[in-house]
């Protein structure tokens, strides 16, 4: 039996992507390379925005069309999140959310033996454990994903994501230090953490994010990554205590949202613009080359032009190395979706390329900063017939020029930037060899492979 998985959303819904992947081979599926190919057709979805939702539904129709005769399972966060409206979706014959997704092998079983619509949605109950799925290995990526996290208690106004995900909880100490060690045996040399309110880990227990990323550190990675942060939880010791893990990558990306205070109040965000900007301070003080990137949200409802202007101020101020930008979009089942105040549509895309023209320049400076500095690189693939790509520690893309037989993937080499090409980083390699590689260099630094 052959499945197609199809993921829409964040890093943790690429993770679970992974485990479930890593949960069907164990129980003897093959993984299919087209939908036109599958048995079964499984889609994780996401819900954060009511566009991703038309996203996902078109696949779906899209799916059914190409593979008539397909099983199609339905999971994640809409389920959880709009189970009246999953189960009413002609092209779905499996609904679960985002729990005991163990049990998916099982639903497709007994489809299988019984074709007739399967609804296997559970609610979240207070005191809910971690779900401890496979460890996903992607053998086409050089990086791993490590779920250590789910769930979020600040119900911001906007969000419907603690609906769709429950309350948060954090996965054992013990089980990501194995997995961490599995991960290692795999030849991976860089971990991503990853989590629905990362910054969060361990609260529920006493730990703290310093202690799942010491855990991780003990496996013998040489790179660890954290995804996305929200400010809550990082304070100066834990910021403190993170600087001394030397395997811990200076990159931050800390969703700021707005710069506005009344908007950040309106949003339920629970920090202002100057908590968030002294959170940077404190971030810069023990990391002095990170790259520090952010969300940010345009025409909030009630957002005027004084507090758009706000935000651009306060992003100039900030220097933030990259910035995503969102148009609000009202969620049913939100608060904010019943504000009185909704903004133009029009209005939301002028602001929304305003910012974006001062992210790009703040973007660039921070680019041309990194001129003349050396970087440890992992590669991961050949870019083009002409360079390699990999990543620095501030995961800035790093592209070097390539020969025809060079196989640098998953290989860690110290690089100095020399200049830009394309919107991304370009240097020369610093050392000798890679391991993948029978080109030699002339040895101009440390051997870190």
Same mark, same amino acid.
């Given at each position: 039996?052959?499945?197609?998985?199809?993921?829409f959303g964040?890093?943790?819904?690429? *993770?679970?992507?992974?485990?479930?992947?890593?949960?069907?081979?164990?129980?003897?599926?093959?993984?299919?390379? @087209?939908?036109?190919?599958?048995?079964?057709?499984?889609?994780?979805?996401?819900?954060?925005?009511? @566009?991703?939702?038309?996203?996902m539904?078109?696949?779906? #129709?899209?799916?059914?069309r =190409?593979?008539?005769?397909?099983?199609?399972?339905?999971?994640?966060?809409?389920?959880?999140?709009?189970? $009246?409206?999953?189960?009413?979706?002609?092209?779905?014959?499996?609904?679960?959310?985002?729990?005991?997704?163990n049990?998916?092998?099982?639903?497709? $079983?007994?489809?299988?033996?019984?074709?007739q619509k399967?609804?296997?949605?559970?609610? %979240?109950?207070?005191?809910?454990?971690?779900? @401890?799925?496979?460890?996903?290995?992607?053998?086409?990526?050089?990086? /791993?994903?490590?779920?250590?996290?789910?769930?979020?208690?600040? %119900?911001?106004?906007? =969000?419907?994501?603690?609906?769709?995900?429950? #309350?948060?909880?954090? #996965?054992?100490?013990?089980?990501?230090?194995?997995?961490?060690?599995k991960?290692?045996?795999?030849?991976y040399?860089?971990?991503?953490?990853c989590?629905?309110?990362?910054?969060?880990y361990?609260?529920?227990?006493?730990?703290?994010?310093?202690?799942?990323?010491?855990?991780?550190?003990?496996?013998?990675? $040489? #790179?660890?990554?954290?995804?996305?942060?929200?400010?809550?939880?990082?304070?100066?010791?834990?910021?403190?205590?993170?600087?001394?893990?030397?395997?811990?990558?200076?990159?931050?990306?800390?969703?700021?949202?707005?710069? =506005?205070? !009344?908007?950040?109040?309106?949003?339920?965000?629970?920090?202002?613009?100057?908590?968030?900007?002294?959170?940077?301070?404190?971030?810069? !003080?023990? %990391?002095?080359?990170?790259?520090?990137?952010?969300?940010?949200?345009?025409?909030?409802?009630?957002?005027?032009?004084?507090?758009?202007?706000?935000?651009?101020?306060?992003?100039?101020?900030?220097? %933030?190395?990259?910035?995503?930008?969102?148009?609000? @979009?009202?969620?049913?089942?939100?608060?904010?979706?019943s504000?009185?105040?909704?903004?133009?549509?029009?209005?939301?895309?002028?602001?929304?390329?305003?910012?974006?023209?001062?992210?790009? !320049?703040?973007?660039?400076?921070?680019?041309?900063?990194?001129?003349?500095?050396?970087?440890?690189?992992l590669?991961?693939?050949?870019?083009?017939?002409?360079?390699?790509q990999?990543?620095?520690?501030?995961?800035?893309?790093?592209?070097?020029? /390539?020969?025809?037989?060079?196989?640098?993937?998953? =290989?860690?080499?110290?690089?100095?930037?020399?200049?830009?090409?394309?919107?991304?980083?370009?240097?020369?390699?610093?050392?000798?060899?890679?391991?993948?590689?029978?080109?030699?260099?002339?040895? *101009?630094?440390?051997?870190?492979?």
């Amino acid at each position: 039996m052959q499945a197609y998985l199809k993921t829409f959303g964040c890093k943790v819904n690429s *993770a679970e992507t992974e485990s479930i992947t890593a949960l069907l081979k164990n129980h003897q599926w093959e993984i299919a390379d @087209s939908p036109e190919q599958a048995d079964a057709i499984i889609v994780n979805s996401c819900t954060v925005t009511a @566009s991703g939702d038309q996203r996902m539904l078109q696949a779906l #129709r899209k799916f059914r069309r =190409c593979n008539p005769n397909a099983v199609i399972l339905l999971t994640g966060c809409y389920v959880q999140a709009f189970p $009246e409206n999953a189960s009413s979706l002609p092209e779905v014959d499996i609904l679960t959310g985002t729990k005991n997704r163990n049990q998916i092998p099982l639903l497709l $079983e007994n489809f299988f033996r019984n074709p007739q619509k399967i609804y296997a949605v559970e609610n %979240f109950l207070s005191g809910e454990m971690f779900e @401890s799925l496979p460890q996903g290995m992607d053998s086409f990526h050089t990086r /791993a994903f490590l779920k250590i996290q789910d769930g979020c208690n600040r %119900f911001c106004s906007y =969000c419907i994501i603690p609906y769709a995900r429950g #309350r948060c909880r954090s #996965r054992k100490l013990s089980e990501i230090q194995e997995l961490s060690r599995k991960i290692v045996s795999e030849q991976y040399h860089e971990i991503i953490l990853c989590g629905i309110n990362l910054a969060c880990y361990g609260q529920e227990s006493g730990l703290t994010i310093v202690n799942a990323v010491q855990a991780v550190a003990d496996s013998g990675v $040489e #790179r660890i990554h954290l995804s996305s942060l929200e400010p809550d939880g990082l304070t100066v010791e834990v910021i403190q205590q993170l600087s001394e893990i030397p395997q811990l990558l200076p990159h931050f990306h800390i969703s700021v949202q707005s710069g =506005c205070d !009344k908007i950040l109040t309106a949003m339920r965000r629970h920090y202002s613009s100057t908590e968030y900007a002294s959170l940077l301070e404190t971030i810069r !003080k023990f %990391f002095p080359e990170c790259a520090i990137t952010t969300d940010i949200m345009v025409g909030f409802p009630n957002e005027t032009e004084q507090d758009f202007q706000e935000t651009l101020a306060f992003v100039q101020e900030m220097q %933030f190395a990259e910035i995503h930008i969102f148009r609000y @979009s009202p969620r049913s089942g939100t608060p904010a979706a019943s504000s009185s105040g909704q903004i133009p549509e029009s209005v939301k895309k002028e602001r929304a390329e305003k910012l974006s023209s001062l992210a790009e !320049k703040l973007h660039q400076q921070y680019l041309h900063s990194c001129i003349g500095k050396t970087f440890s690189v992992l590669f991961e693939r050949q870019k083009t017939p002409d360079f390699h790509q990999g990543h620095a520690e501030n995961y800035l893309p790093v592209l070097v020029p /390539a020969n025809a037989d060079e196989n640098f993937r998953n =290989c860690i080499f110290p690089v100095t930037i020399t200049g830009i090409e394309q919107g991304k980083l370009i240097g020369v390699i610093q050392f000798s060899k890679c391991p993948n590689s029978s080109t030699n260099f002339s040895s *101009a630094g440390k051997d870190i492979s």
